[in-house]
């Protein structure tokens, strides 16, 4: 391996290290947006600032939950990258299909997030979720935290499942670049 595999692979690592802490940054930031629209009555700051722990641990299982998704999509996207024998335009296509699937995984584990908690909302019809996590009802946000987090899961394996499929070397089989 030469000095400049070497230096393209720090490269492209560096670059993967910030895209992916920008995504998850971003992502984290939008999840918590569409939490906070989802829960009209309760600002989760002023809760937090109280020492509310049922509004911490739905609001970490959210950010988990995202980052497990975001997760996935970068360990795609830099399995993808790191593949030998690559060319230049395979490694563009690789990143561009990376950021595809990190994009589609973020917007994924938003909706996910958003109807787990609805369709949780719809199975619990005695208890208002968002109500009880105001009163700090530990017990409902650790129920509401499970399903956020199995929901995560899954999704974090469709978004690593559309990586695998969408690699540098089927795109260049497919266009007759290999």
Do not use: H
């Not at 060319?87 to 994924?108: D, E, Q, R």
């Not at 208890?127 to 650790?142: D, H, L, R, S, Y």
């Not at 956020?148 to 260049?172: D, H, K, R, Y």
């Amino acid at each position: 391996m030469g000095v400049e595999n070497i230096i393209l692979g720090l490269g492209i690592a560096l670059l993967q290290l910030v895209f992916g802490l920008g995504l998850a940054m971003g992502s984290v930031y939008l999840g918590l947006k569409m939490f906070d629209r989802m829960t009209s009555g309760v600002d989760e700051m002023a809760e937090l600032k109280k020492g509310n722990v049922a509004v911490a641990i739905l609001l970490g299982a959210i950010i988990f939950s995202i980052a497990n998704v975001v997760q996935g999509g970068v360990s795609g996207l830099t399995a993808g990258l790191a593949q030998p024998g690559l060319t230049v335009p395979m490694m563009i296509a690789g990143l561009v299909i990376g950021i595809v699937n990190l994009l589609v995984g973020i917007l994924l584990s938003i909706v996910s997030i958003y109807i787990a908690l609805s369709v949780l909302d719809k199975i619990t019809v005695d208890i208002n979720e968002f109500k009880e996590i105001a009163k700090g009802n530990v017990a409902v946000a650790i129920v509401m935290a499970a399903v956020l987090l199995s929901v995560s899961f899954v999704i974090a394996s469709a978004v690593a499942g559309m990586s695998n499929i969408l690699s540098p070397q089927s795109l260049a089989s497919s266009l007759g670049w290999a």
